[in-house]
């Protein structure tokens, strides 16, 4: 190769050479594209959090008193007839006895038990003898006013709690039941089914305990049942004579 032509090549290698360093250069100096993360959601606080599962215990708590509550009501009913039992009267005769030691309004009590009862469950079973019960339990309940309270203590046995009733009125009320049990019929696989009643009442005294009223118009009731058949008694003779 000529002299001339050696030296050319020599100068455009050179040149190259001087040219790679400097892009190199550009390179290094251009920044570096970092990655962009997406936006992240702000974290929950840890009160918020807290605030939630606190919540949340409440609304099971208040649950749980409701199904406690309704289960508590339900053990005070008489489940054959709906009326209040024997636990659930007592309950309400505590609080009845309180509100007339304390503001000396009048309540009486009356006590009716069924007379004739045992014979419809002898002669017809005990599925016909609880169709006569929800019928008395009926009965008593269109006789009293909505603000008084109907229970049946179990078995045959009923007690009315009335409110604002003078003393003077208070047989005048329990004969007028006595009649509309006896009025009543009770329609059960063919057979027309009734029954009679002896009820007797006593006034709720500020001294009185639960035990004391239920003893009292339990005894006003017997009275009342011995008077009846008595007067039975006499009215067969009359009529055997």
Same mark, same amino acid.
């Given at each position: 190769m000529p002299k001339g032509g050696v030296n050319k090549s020599r100068r455009v290698k050179s040149r190259i050479a001087a040219v790679r360093p400097a892009a190199a250069d550009r390179e290094r100096a %251009?920044? +570096?594209i970092e990655p962009v993360e997406p936006p992240r959601r702000p974290a929950r606080s840890v009160a918020m959090r807290l605030a939630e599962e606190v919540n949340r215990l409440e609304l099971e708590l208040a649950a749980a008193r409701s199904r406690m509550a309704a289960l508590e009501t339900r053990a005070e009913i008489d489940p054959l007839t709906d009326l209040v039992n024997r636990r659930g009267l007592? %309950?309400?005769l505590k609080r009845a006895l309180a509100y007339v030691k304390r503001y000396g309004t009048s309540a009486v009590l009356i006590y009716l038990d069924l007379d004739g009862f045992k014979s419809v469950n002898d002669r017809h079973g005990h599925a016909a003898g609880d169709a006569v019960l929800k019928a008395v339990a009926m009965v008593l309940t269109r006789q009293v006013r909505a603000s008084? =309270?109907? +229970?049946? =203590?179990?078995g045959d046995e009923f007690v009315m709690l009335l409110w604002n009733l003078p003393e003077a009125d208070a047989p005048a009320k329990a004969r007028s039941l006595e009649a509309a049990v006896g009025r009543m019929t009770a329609p059960y696989g063919g057979a027309t089914l009734s029954v009679g009643a002896s009820a007797g009442?006593?006034?709720l005294l500020p001294l009185d305990t639960v035990a004391s009223v239920l003893e009292r118009a339990d005894r006003a009731m017997y009275d009342r049942k011995t008077s009846r058949r008595a007067a039975a008694a006499v009215r067969s003779a009359s009529a055997a004579g």
């Open positions: %251009r920044p +570096a007592e %309950r309400e008084d =309270l109907v +229970a049946r =203590l179990g009442s006593t006034m």
